[in-house]
């Protein structure tokens, strides 16, 4: 079972920064790809970015791609999320994940586990 809990949502004004945290609370972390997901109101929720376990290879929304940064360090357990650039359209509640297979993609469904979801705002 991992339980993982983000901070680092808030309001921020459009063309400014924000950084998540998602503190995890797996023995075995680094048996883990860690990604965020987001979701808008009245969307469907969507994949953000992802890392691999080593923390090597990254990927990324084309909407995020060049804006935000994903990064992870095993020894706390804990995944990052620097988001820059914000644009309205990033206003969501951000959700981080953890999976098991070896590769999910962007496909929630291959997502274990969720957060209980910290809420960006951007504002004009």
């Known amino acids: 079972q991992v339980q993982l809990v983000e901070s680092g949502g808030g309001l921020v004004q459009a063309g400014g920064s924000l950084r998540l945290a998602c503190a995890a609370s797996a023995r075995t972390f680094g048996n883990y790809i860690m990604g965020w997901f987001r979701q808008a109101p009245g969307k469907e929720r969507e994949f953000v970015a992802a890392?691999?376990?080593?923390?090597?290879?990254?990927s990324y929304a084309d909407s995020v791609k060049g804006r935000f940064t994903i990064a992870r360090d095993t020894a706390k357990s804990t995944v990052d999320l620097q988001m820059n650039s914000l644009k309205l359209e990033d206003t969501a509640v951000y959700y981080c994940?953890?999976?098991?297979?070896?590769?999910?993609?962007?496909?929630?469904?291959?997502?274990?586990?969720w957060g209980q979801g910290t809420q960006v705002t951007v504002s004009s």
């Open positions: 994940v953890a999976s098991s297979q070896y590769f999910p993609g962007s496909n929630r469904a291959n997502y274990d586990y």
């Open positions: 890392i691999s376990k080593s923390g090597l290879s990254t």
